[in-house]
């Protein structure tokens, strides 16, 4: 059996009286990929963005790669220690930067020796094909080439585990079908673990080995994506109406 | 203006006047000191007012309402008002003569120094509220991607801040054009610029001609800087899904006391020490009320002229922002340099402008010889900068607001009354606020255009300096920075209720 390459215990984040997340424990292994299902306002991008280092837990401790990176109401490593990438919801592409300049300033944050540095940014938009932005600014590209831009920043820095919070949110149905595939495709690829936050059970079947239900602020139920029953309910025409329950 | 700028002596065509401008020494020095002038003031008011506005807009501090309200007071105080307080301090026989005994800085402020000092402590707010807007303005997810590669520091310097670059950058053009144009303190602490040779030239000697070929060079910058701040305030970042996270806050930890002291001394420096030493000055209560007795017709002109005038103002303004928000057309950009620019023209050159235009017989020459020309002068000044901030409170107003009412057989007037107008109360009642303030402060256009035997406090204030004690011109600058603080103060107590309310 895989060990763990993530895993929260017991964490707890609360907003004034409110629990957004409530004693919450999984763990991910390595090579793994998650989906992190539930409505909107369930806690699961907060839960993404405390593994992340982005907020801090009232309570419990969260593991990666073997460290503890979260504990006793405080983080232990920021961020940029913890060898995470980060796909966010608006893709957060910086506006003022090329495409290659998003690229380059992640490499030059990790201190890539500059030789090095065209080559491995030339690799990360053949792996996301888009290879003839390089000098384009985020404006200039359609939803599907910054979704592909945005990946290509979080990959070039080679992360070991890679959340992403509901990046295909805003794309069409057949861009987000083509995008899946390719997330999929990458994600095998490199074997990098990956945490990902949906509303939407399609996205989470198509790309996910296990599924941890959420709902206000805790995991109901986690496990493997073809053991979890998807039951359409009469007369739904969304996917929003499905309900799902386990096998 | 400009017609008459091209007459020479014997009637015809003449360019003498601006030859004159481009060969004579005095001319290129006025052109050197007045654009030292323009890039000190705003270079200072950058230094001063960015930090102050990062910090207003991500650090933890508490008070952070009251801060922004008390630092913006010397934008709100004319700064002639600041000029004379620093006389006060630095001048021969001010506060630092008297304390050393002996005169050490009146050399120091009578000079272009001394009026970069004045004109940047009294615009840097500008530069403060210009940054903190755009700082809150960003994304956070755009520092936090850059947070989970890059340390803080690294973070602010390739991230934020070429993120709010443009916007420092506006409000320091403004900042500029706002300096190059100043009358007041320029004239007080005896620079020569293009502003006090161009009153001189026409109060003294009544060279129509010259004055106006004179300020031909203030308003070519006036239009350069009004399209430079046109370009950077445009579309230059993507329109994106707004995150409903914005601006990363920044934990002082260590840093609170250093950065309460940082605020603490821009009070002290901008507001406390200039309004206290007015205070001390002035030397008792009774000094106020026997200049309240002896001004009482100035101070009511102002009053009543401002407030008319800034009632004018939004009137006109709101017609005029309407029509910039909601028209369909392509020289838009156009319209928005002409309102930039029309409010960068110097005081003195406007008030050039309305004699010419309003000294003759008839219906123009009664106005002119009233003081109905002095609201004029208010309404020449400040309608573009009313209409140019209505612009953006109308454009809140989604389009289909009025469109439901055109549905429902309102018509034109009445959408815009029962519609429009009720959802930019908030945006009329800042209109009126900065209008008010800005008429109540005016000098440059109104030294020359008032008629004889009338007065505004402004004025009034001037005219007195050379040759009135000074406590009387002191208590006369105290009544003005506190009446000007009236609408302010009331304002923010307004907009803290509606916050509390929504």
């Not at chain 2, 000191?33 to 910090?55: F, K, M, N, R």
């Not at chain 2, 369909?328 to 319209?335: A, P, Q, S, T």
């Not at chain 2, 402060?441 to 009135?468: F, Q």
Request: aromatic fraction near 6%.
């Amino acid at each position: 059996m895989n060990e763990s390459f993530v895993r929260l215990e017991a964490v707890t984040k609360r907003r004034g009286d409110r629990k957004v997340v409530s004693n919450v424990s999984f763990e991910a292994t390595e090579g793994e990929f998650l989906a992190l299902l539930g409505p909107s306002g369930c806690g699961k991008t907060t839960t993404l963005r405390l593994i992340a280092g982005l907020e801090t837990p009232d309570a419990g401790e969260i593991w990666i790669a073997g460290r503890r990176v979260t504990a006793n109401g405080s983080n232990l490593l920021p961020p940029r220690s913890r060898g995470v990438g980060f796909v966010f919801q608006d893709l957060a592409l910086w506006p003022h930067l090329t495409v290659t300049g998003n690229l380059d300033f992640v490499l030059a944050s990790a201190k890539v020796p500059k030789r090095e540095r065209a080559e491995r940014i030339a690799e990360a938009l053949r792996l996301v094909r888009i290879e003839g932005f390089a000098q384009s600014y985020p404006g200039q590209l359609s939803g599907g080439e910054q979704q592909r831009a945005a990946l290509a920043r979080t990959l070039i820095a080679r992360p070991r585990l890679l959340l992403l919070d509901e990046p295909m949110s805003s794309l069409d149905p057949n861009l987000k079908a083509e995008l899946l595939n390719e997330l999929a495709s990458v994600q095998r690829s490199l074997g990098v673990t990956a945490i990902y936050v949906t509303h939407n059970e399609d996205e989470a079947a198509a790309l996910a080995t296990r599924i941890a239900l959420m709902t206000d602020g805790r995991i109901e139920l986690i496990d493997k994506a073809e053991r979890l029953k998807l039951n359409r309910s009469e007369g739904a025409t969304s996917s929003a109406e499905r309900d799902y329950e386990a096998v | 203006m400009l017609g008459i700028s091209f007459i020479g002596a014997d009637g015809g065509f003449s360019l003498v006047k601006y030859r004159h401008l481009l060969t004579d020494m005095r001319q290129r020095d006025l052109l050197f000191t007045s654009t030292l002038l323009g890039v000190g003031s705003a270079l200072l008011a950058t230094i001063i007012g960015a930090p102050l506005g990062l910090l207003l807009a991500r650090a933890d501090l508490r008070a952070k309402r009251f801060l922004r309200l008390a630092l913006v007071v010397p934008l709100v105080i004319p700064p002639y008002i600041l000029g004379l307080a620093w006389i006060y301090i630095g001048g021969s026989a001010g506060v630092v003569a008297q304390a050393f005994g002996r005169d050490l800085l009146s050399n120091w402020t009578y000079s272009l120094t001394g009026a970069v000092l004045v004109l940047g402590t009294s615009f840097y707010p500008l530069t403060m509220l210009a940054t903190e807007a755009a700082a809150r303005r960003i994304d956070a997810p755009l520092e936090e991607a850059a947070l989970l590669v890059a340390r803080p520091h690294r973070v602010l310097s390739r991230i934020t801040l070429p993120l709010i670059a443009p916007s420092i950058a506006a409000a320091a053009l403004l900042t500029f054009v706002l300096a190059l144009s100043e009358f007041g303190v320029p004239g007080l602490l005896r620079v020569p610029v293009f502003t006090t040779e161009v009153f001189t030239t026409f109060a003294a000697l009544y060279d129509f001609g010259g004055a106006t070929a004179l300020a031909l060079p203030l308003l070519v910058v006036a239009l350069i800087a009004g399209i430079a701040v046109k370009l950077l305030i445009g579309n230059r970042m993507i329109t994106r899904p707004q995150s409903v996270r914005t601006g990363l806050p920044l934990a002082l930890g260590g840093w609170r006391v250093l950065v309460i002291g940082v605020f603490g001394l821009a009070l002290l420096w901008s507001v406390i020490l200039p309004l206290g030493v007015l205070a001390r000055e002035v030397g008792g209560f009774e000094r106020i009320v026997t200049s309240l007795r002896e001004s009482g017709s100035a101070i009511g002109n102002s009053v009543l002229l401002s407030t008319v005038g800034a009632t004018l103002i939004v009137a006109l303004g709101v017609l005029l922002g309407y029509g910039r928000a909601r028209a369909r057309m392509r020289l838009r950009g156009l319209v928005d340099l002409v309102l930039i620019v029309a409010f960068a023209v110097p005081s003195t050159v406007v008030g050039i402008g309305l004699i010419s235009l309003w000294n003759r017989p008839g219906l123009l020459g009664d106005i002119y010889n009233s003081t109905a020309i002095i609201v004029v002068a208010y309404l020449a000044r400040f309608v573009p900068v009313a209409a140019l901030v209505l612009t953006a409170s109308v454009r809140q107003i989604p389009i289909s607001s009025e469109e439901a009412a055109d549905v429902a057989g309102a018509s034109w007037l009445r959408t815009f009354t029962r519609i429009v107008l009720p959802q930019i109360r908030t945006g009329l009642a800042a209109a009126w606020v900065v209008a008010f303030i800005f008429a109540f402060g005016e000098l440059g256009a109104t030294v020359l255009v008032t008629p004889p035997g009338e007065s505004t406090l402004p004025v009034r204030i001037y005219t007195m300096i050379a040759n009135t004690p000074a406590s009387t011109v002191a208590a006369l600058a105290l009544m003005q920075a506190g009446i000007i603080l009236v609408p302010l103060a009331l304002f923010g107590i307004l907009a803290r209720n509606r916050e509390g309310k929504a």
